[in-house]
């Protein structure tokens, strides 16, 4: 497949990705809209994203990102879902993929359905930045380009040490360090900067923190209240559950904070294949992959709704 093949005779375009973007949701996005912006100028393109983290309010073309509240009417000729299993990951911007002439989804989840017209989906492949620069023209790439694209690899790679990164990654990841970019500030500001209100996020997130599971899984949340305190967003969660992750021993850990829409947003990752944390999100309409995984819980009890997950993992850590 090649992207510009199915940009002839289009003249309108929109691109978007899954609700509560991560790294490589927002690094295809702009990937995408940066590319067919610069070498098709004559077709017009909006990019659609729900608001991105302040890690990633450098990347070029952040400032593009709309806001599908309301369906305008608009029927674009072409519309590509990035980083999405299904249509209702698309969230506000389905309503538009939906009335789009013709679809393609770009993506890397193995719960992917398969719900647009042409579908470029390969789960075994590290990131959907990778997969789109298998089907662009890579000697079209510039440093804009290529600083989404670096940025969504290492974001779904763990900056390169997760298992799901292949030989290919790190080639095209050299590819892309070839175009100019500030690869060292990209992997500085994404894993390592940190805001106050994240730090303070993480503070509160460590000290919610429990044990389960002969301490292979760890649990913790943030509440309505301690947001409050620290006039906090669900912007500044991001990195949390990482670091609940990161304690010695821990293969699960789970961490949930409450959004604006009253429900509360869980996010998984784990360090080894011992539970599918995509099963586990595709349960609660979430999606993911086997060791990063997010959804949507609803309740008034974060603690509670923690022990009810970890009721549903247990059983593969020999508990029942």
Known sequence: MRLDDYLNDVHTVGVSGHVRPDGDCIGSVLGVYNYIRKTHPDIQIIPYLE?????FEFLPGVDKLKRA???DGTKYDLFIACDCGDLGRLGDSGVYFSNALKTICIDHHETNGAFADVNYVFPEASSTCELIGQIIDNDKIDKDIASCLYTGIVTDTGCFQYNCTHRSTMEFAGVLMDKGIDYPFIV???????SLKQLQMLGVGITNAKVFCNRKVIGSYVTADEMK??????????GVVS?????????VALFMYPTEKGDYKVSARASTDTVDLSKLASEYGGGGHKR???FSLDGDDPAAMVEMLVEKIA?????N
């Open 315 to 319: 059983p593969f850590f020999g508990e």
């Open 243 to 251: 670091t609940l992750r990161s304690v010695n021993g821990v293969e």
């Open 229 to 238: 305190k620290y006039d906090a967003a669900p912007k500044n969660m991001e």
């Open 292 to 294: 990063a995984a997010g």
């Open 188 to 194: 500085d500001h994404v894993f390592y900067e940190k």
């Open 69 to 71: 509240n309301k369906f």
């Open 51 to 55: 608001p991105v983290p302040f890690d």
